[in-house]
């Protein structure tokens, strides 16, 4: 695998750094209040279990696999593979998602959990955010590493499903 790699980003210590701060934070913010931490599968299923060990109040979890259509781009055509999801009505979302683009993904999954749900209150939390014009005006209000425009795998990121088991985030080599 890793010769598919141009370069290493963030090491796994270097990521479980920054998670004990923002497991932390979250941690202050959200004492007190009903937390229901919903993690966007398959790419921060990672992101997910080392950061909620880091936080230190009780709380609640769930689990969403959605597909995408996605090609080279984001279409925000999301379809949830679930009918089940956990109620969350007068509980507090936080939304975990490995990667903010386009913010199509996000956009589109906050909204539908705001118009259906009757939460307290929605946010999101995300491992990466591109510096890149968003196709949806939405920003994460918890973000881990700020990253250029580049294609990154690992730590739960994938490319065509593979590369999601790698312990660290990586450039993939532009083809
Ligand atoms: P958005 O809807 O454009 O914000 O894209 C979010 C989703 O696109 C993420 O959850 C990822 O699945 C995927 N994605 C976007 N950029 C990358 C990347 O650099 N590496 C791996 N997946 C990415
Ligand atoms: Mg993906």
Known sequence: MEQDLDRILYSESTILSRLDEIGWQLSQDYKGKNLTVVAIMNGSIMFMSDLLKRIIIPLQIDCWSISSYHGSKS?????????????????????????????????????????????????????????????????????????????????????????????????????
């Open 75 to 175: 279409t925000g055509n999301i379809k949830f593979r679930q009918h089940d999801i956990v109620d969350v009505k007068d509980r507090h979302v936080l939304l975990l998602d490995d990667i903010l683009d386009s913010g199509l993904t996000l956009h589109t999954i906050k909204n539908k959990i705001l118009a259906e749900s009757n939460a307290s209150s929605v946010k999101s939390c995300v491992l990466l955010s591109k510096k890149v014009k968003r196709i949806k005006d939405i920003e994460a209000d918890y973000v881990g590493f700020e990253i250029e425009n580049e294609f990154v795998v690992g730590y739960g990121l994938d490319y065509n499903e593979h590369y999601r088991n790698l312990p660290y985030i990586a450039v993939l080599k532009t083809l």
